[in-house]
């Protein structure tokens, strides 16, 4: 049964990694309706890593070319310079609040019905009144862009917040196209999810001994797979589509959760 509850949690946070949704918020949500216990939060930390690894494979021709020319090539090392840069905020607000937001607003669904409505409704706003974008890809994004970008990267430690939509929605507003800027966001998560998984790892690392490797694996191999599946079909269908869809499941899923808070069912 516990094999089975990994499985679905895999398939939950390969799902809603890269989506605009917030996968913290869902694995939250599942664990809780499933009756799944992560003591140490190791299980998380671990599945992390699947998503992580499927975004690099889809994307390894362009991170083998960017490598490559590290050393001669200057385009390479702007690209690779933006993502750095952009990576930076993130980084800096996880190491000094993640403790109180792990300790203090994991616990709490009410903040993430609101995160999830406030989100969608900001999201709308954005998708409505965006200006005409001017930036079409990820490599003709300015590097200022691109910082300032990076930078909403560091609200997504809310949970509900969703750290791909926070950053979508931040470069359509300042006028990047919606496939780059989801691809951008993709970009942005390999370095930010890595540096987010050490820092969880090394803080979960006692209770590793008890870990369920089994479960662990599991729930890996189904992220990796379910991250695998989703990236390039999210990218088609935001061309074609937008956002809004996404935006509105946000909302109406936090007027559930709150429901479901006042009701005193979670």
Do not use: C
């Given at each position: 049964?516990?094999?089975?509850?990994?499985?679905?949690?895999?398939?939950?946070?390969g799902?809603?990694e890269?989506?605009?949704?917030?996968?913290?918020?869902?694995?939250?949500?599942?664990?809780?309706l499933?009756?799944?216990?992560?003591?140490?939060?190791?299980?998380?930390?671990?599945?992390?890593?699947g998503?992580?690894?499927?975004?690099?494979?889809?994307?390894?021709?362009?991170?083998?070319s960017?490598?490559?020319?590290?050393?001669?090539?200057?385009?390479?090392?702007?690209?690779?310079?933006?993502?750095?840069?952009?990576?930076?905020?993130?980084?800096?607000?996880?190491?000094?609040?993640?403790?109180?937001?792990?300790?203090?607003?994991?616990?709490?669904?009410?903040?993430?019905?609101?995160?999830?409505?406030?989100?969608?409704?900001?999201?709308?706003?954005?998708?409505?009144?965006?200006?005409?974008?001017?930036?079409?890809?990820?490599?003709?994004?300015?590097?200022?862009?691109?910082?300032?970008?990076?930078?909403?990267?560091?609200?997504?430690?809310?949970?509900?917040?969703?750290?791909?939509?926070?950053?979508?929605?931040?470069?359509?507003?300042?006028?990047?196209?919606?496939?780059?800027?989801?691809?951008?966001t993709?970009?942005?998560a390999?370095?930010?999810?890595?540096?987010?998984?050490?820092?969880?790892?090394?803080?979960?690392?006692?209770?590793?001994?008890?870990?369920r490797?089994?479960?662990i694996a599991?729930?890996?191999?189904?992220?990796?797979?379910?991250?695998?599946?989703?990236?390039?079909?999210?990218?088609?269908?935001?061309?074609?589509?937008?956002f809004?869809?996404?935006?509105?499941?946000?909302?109406?899923?936090?007027?559930?959760?709150?429901s479901?808070?006042?009701?005193?069912?979670?």
């Amino acid at each position: 049964m516990n094999l089975l509850k990994a499985a679905v949690l895999g398939v939950v946070q390969g799902l809603t990694e890269f989506l605009p949704v917030s996968s913290t918020a869902h694995l939250l949500i599942g664990s809780r309706l499933i009756g799944y216990s992560d003591p140490g939060g190791v299980f998380t930390v671990m599945i992390q890593l699947g998503s992580i690894f499927a975004v690099m494979w889809l994307y390894r021709e362009k991170l083998l070319s960017v490598v490559a020319g590290l050393g001669s090539n200057p385009e390479a090392q702007r690209f690779a310079f933006k993502i750095i840069l952009a990576t930076v905020p993130a980084l800096v607000a996880g190491f000094f609040l993640s403790k109180f937001v792990k300790s203090v607003l994991y616990g709490s669904f009410v903040v993430i019905a609101l995160a999830f409505i406030i989100g969608g409704i900001i999201m709308l706003i954005v998708e409505r009144m965006r200006p005409a974008p001017d930036v079409m890809d990820v490599d003709s994004l300015p590097v200022g862009r691109a910082l300032a970008i990076g930078s909403f990267q560091a609200l997504a430690l809310i949970p509900g917040i969703s750290r791909s939509g926070g950053t979508i929605v931040a470069a359509m507003a300042m006028r990047v196209d919606r496939p780059a800027a989801a691809e951008f966001t993709f970009f942005l998560a390999m370095p930010t999810m890595a540096a987010a998984f050490a820092h969880d790892l090394l803080e979960a690392r006692h209770d590793l001994a008890s870990a369920r490797g089994a479960e662990i694996a599991v729930g890996f191999v189904m992220a990796f797979i379910a991250s695998a599946l989703v990236v390039k079909p999210f990218l088609h269908y935001v061309r074609r589509s937008g956002f809004a869809p996404f935006a509105w499941y946000r909302i109406v899923l936090g007027v559930v959760l709150l429901s479901a808070v006042a009701a005193g069912w979670m």
